[in-house]
């Protein structure tokens, strides 16, 4: 098994363009989410999903879409890249069952930086 | 809501010291509580985790046990290895979701 893979590992953007951040998985996991990562800040919760289909935000959606049409694939799309939106932004995914006690398996990161 | 908080950093030890890096949580019920590790240029990997009150984890030497009464879960490790350096995550599981203390960066010099 490959686990979660990501791509790109590094992308650099100018401000007003737009990106998708690939993710998938081989384990046939349910629950994927994406989470970025800022100094001093740990890791927050973009957005995730419990299934094909099936969406939802978390701590910080504003200014990125998902989408999840296979239970493999969870792509993040940035519309129009802002310099806040500079980060490593990492996919995660887990089993839902025994929901709450699950490990989460990450992917090795994607580092984007927006001038 | 809930949150995680954990001891800043950098933490810098010698080789063979005894590890502490405290975390604490507030949590509606009794959520899941993990530790991650995360080595330079990778992505996260669970240390260990513990699922109900009382309950003790461990792997590679660490361990940390599900305090209800303190609402804490600190990691502690007897001997750290140069090996061990790395940045460590506290975190706990509400309804799939991780919620992430900021993290501790271990440095052990040889």
């Known amino acids: 098994n490959a686990g979660v893979t990501q791509t790109p590992k590094f992308q650099v953007l100018k401000t007003g363009q737009s990106m998708t951040l690939q993710c998938a998985q081989d384990?046939?996991?349910?629950?994927m989410s994406w989470y970025r990562q800022d100094p001093g800040m740990g890791l927050r919760l973009i957005h995730y999903?419990?299934?094909?289909?099936?969406?939802d935000q978390g701590e910080v959606p504003n200014g990125y879409n998902v989408s999840r049409s296979t239970t493999e694939d969870f792509p993040l799309r940035l519309l129009s890249a802002a310099p806040s939106q500079t980060s490593v932004y990492f996919c995660?995914?887990?089993?839902?069952?025994?929901?709450?006690?699950?490990?989460?398996?990450f992917g090795p990161g994607t580092r984007l930086t927006v001038t | 809501g809930n949150s995680v908080t954990q001891m800043e950093g950098p933490v810098t030890l010698s080789e063979e010291a005894f590890l502490t890096i405290n975390c604490t949580y507030t949590?509606?019920?009794?959520?899941?509580l993990f530790w991650y590790v995360q080595y330079p240029g990778e992505g996260l990997q669970l240390l260990l985790k513990?699922?109900?009150?009382?309950d003790k984890g461990s792997n590679k030497g660490f361990e940390a046990t599900y305090r209800k009464e303190t609402t804490s879960f600190h990691l502690e490790k007897g001997s750290v290895q140069v090996s061990d350096s790395a940045v460590y995550f506290c975190?706990?599981?509400?309804?799939?979701?991780?919620?992430f203390g900021q993290g501790t960066e271990l440095s052990v010099k040889p």
């Open positions: 995660a995914s887990s089993s839902v069952q025994g929901q709450g006690k699950s490990e989460q398996y």
């Open positions: 513990a699922t109900k009150a009382d």
């Open positions: 949590a509606t019920g009794y959520p899941s």
């Open positions: 975190a706990l599981n509400q309804g799939g979701k991780l919620i």
């Open positions: 384990m046939n996991h349910e629950y």
């Open positions: 999903s419990v299934g094909a289909g099936i969406t």
